[in-house]
């Protein structure tokens, strides 16, 4: 079993409506993040999170928004889903093991389409 | 100043030959320059990863050369397989924070038989 999970793999959707993403973890971490991935962009990060209780923005967190209800869990929500949101959204977790040792471990992608 | 500079944007080589994929960045206080490898419906991956105290590291088939007076790096991929066809992705920060990791734009790499 991945050891980050998201669901769900692949969603479409209509404009305005309400979505979320799930991220569950079985690492351990504390660390969690969500990243949005267009092609030509490369990857964007929306919020983090060091733990239950720190969220915080990141590059791109407009029209977002995130939960974090537990240290294994992370959701990303779109309130009301606009069509440039189309993309393919990862999360991922990292420990917290001082500096230059930091790793990102991304979980498989949920693609989003908004029609 | 925050922006990292990835090309090309895509790749094609024969087996056994070796691509190149450069990077470049602005800002002087990044210190920690990893490269992440995504191969398709799945998340990237770190691959290897640099700091700037030296000019070179070698992990297996992968290299990193990293010229901090022109602020570039780059990824060679030695007598690649077509099992290494995959986006790959550089990525600079500061100190290593994995919160402010700046990814370049991505390749795009096949590797044909």
């Known amino acids: 079993d991945a050891d980050v999970t998201q669901t769900p793999r692949n969603r479409i959707t209509k404009t305005g409506k309400r979505i979320m993403l799930e991220c569950s973890q079985t690492k351990g971490h504390d660390r969690m993040y969500w990243y949005r991935q267009d092609p030509g962009l490369g990857l964007r990060l929306i919020y983090y999170s060091f733990d239950v209780k720190d969220i915080n923005k990141g590059e791109i967190s407009d029209g977002y928004s995130v939960s974090r209800q537990a240290q294994a869990k992370f959701s990303l929500s779109l309130e009301s889903a606009i069509p440039n949101q189309t993309a393919l959204y990862f999360c991922a977790t990292s420990a917290d093991r001082g500096q230059y040792t930091g790793e990102l471990f991304f979980g498989e992608g949920s693609r989003l389409t908004v029609l | 100043q925050q922006q990292v500079k990835q090309s090309p944007q895509s790749l094609i080589v024969q087996k056994g030959g070796i691509p190149i994929i450069n990077c470049a960045y602005e800002?002087?206080?990044?210190?920690?320059f990893p490269w992440y490898q995504q191969f398709p419906g799945k998340g990237p991956a770190l691959l290897i990863a640099?700091?700037?105290?030296?000019s070179e590291k070698k992990e297996g088939r992968f290299t990193i050369s990293f010229n901090k007076s022109a602020k570039q790096f780059s990824l060679h991929i030695m007598d690649s397989q077509p099992g290494d066809s995959a986006t790959y992705f550089c990525a600079a920060s500061k100190g290593g924070a994995t919160n402010k990791l700046i990814f370049g734009t991505g390749t795009l790499l096949a590797v044909q038989p």
């Open positions: 640099i700091r700037p105290d030296v």
């Open positions: 800002n002087t206080a990044f210190d920690y």
